[in-house]
């Protein structure tokens, strides 16, 4: 055995991580686009392929795989595509995409993504479809939680308002 194990490896003191290929439950994840390029189908049409890793703490480093057919030979193929692509997009405020430079500068961005549940016909599995992509929203912890539903009083004639 190799000397990096050093005398022996016990494999219950190592953590290991959900790394199953099993459809994630139907849900909102946080996630980091981790790939997002132009490919070409076997079919020769291209499209964009993209690849997200979830970042929450249950099921992180899952991945999650869409492909948007932008660039199909059918219409309405093409149509939903775009919504789709538009969708991701906008939930990453990156509206113009004009060339593949414009696609790099989106990995490692985050997104939150909506998934459902599909059966795929070809294996008789279930998959996971992306329903919608969310912008990852920032609260403000400086800011005091303020109470907009019960107004404080005060009583004080002192006060001119």
């Known amino acids: 055995m190799s000397d990096e194990f050093g005398p022996y490896f ?6 290991t991580e959900d ?9 909102t994840y946080p996630a980091i686009v981790e790939e997002l390029q132009e490919k070409t189908a076997k079919s020769g049409n291209a ?5 997200l890793a979830i970042t929450g703490p249950k099921y992180k480093n899952r991945k999650v795989f869409e492909n948007f057919n932008i660039f199909h ?11 789709q692509f538009a969708g991701f997009c906008k939930a990453l ?7 593949e430079a414009d696609l790099r500068k989106l990995v490692g961005k985050p997104v939150k993504v909506k998934l459902a549940q599909k059966k795929n016909d070809f294996t008789g ?4 479809k992306v329903r919608e992509y969310l912008p990852i929203t920032e609260t403000k912890t400086s800011e005091p939680n303020r109470n907009k539903t019960n107004p ?5 004639p002192d006060i001119p308002f």
Do not use: M, S, T
């Open 93 to 99: 405020n990156a509206c113009l995409i004009q060339n």
């Open 19 to 27: 790394e199953g290929f099993d459809a994630l439950p139907p849900g």
């Open 10 to 15: 016990n494999a219950d003191e190592v953590e």
């Open 125 to 128: 599995g279930v998959d996971n």
């Open 73 to 83: 030979e059918k219409d309405q193929v093409r149509a939903i595509a775009k919504r």
């Open 152 to 156: 404080i009083h005060v009583n004080d």
């Open 47 to 51: 499209y964009v392929g993209l690849c």
